[in-house]
């Protein structure tokens, strides 16, 4: 048949579409919540100060940025 009845690179998940799973998922304990949260916060911050320093320069750098030779 198609490719879909094989493994992606020779790598099988074990779980077929067909199987039915429990409803809840994963249950995080509230040690691992708190530290996903405070992970998700500094990956936020780090990508919120990188976002201000690109803009700086861009600033810094003024109109002439635009300015190039093609």
């Given at each position: 048949m198609g490719r879909a009845d094989r493994p992606f690179g020779n790598v099988s998940s074990g779980i077929t579409m067909n199987e039915h799973h429990d409803e809840d998922g994963i249950v995080l304990t509230e040690a691992q919540k708190r530290a996903q949260r405070s992970r998700?916060?500094?990956?936020?911050?780090?990508?919120?100060?990188?976002?201000?320093?690109f803009y700086a320069m861009t600033l810094v750098k003024g109109p002439g940025v635009l300015v190039r030779p093609i």
């Open positions: 998700s916060i500094a990956i936020a911050l780090a990508l919120a100060a990188l976002v201000i320093l």
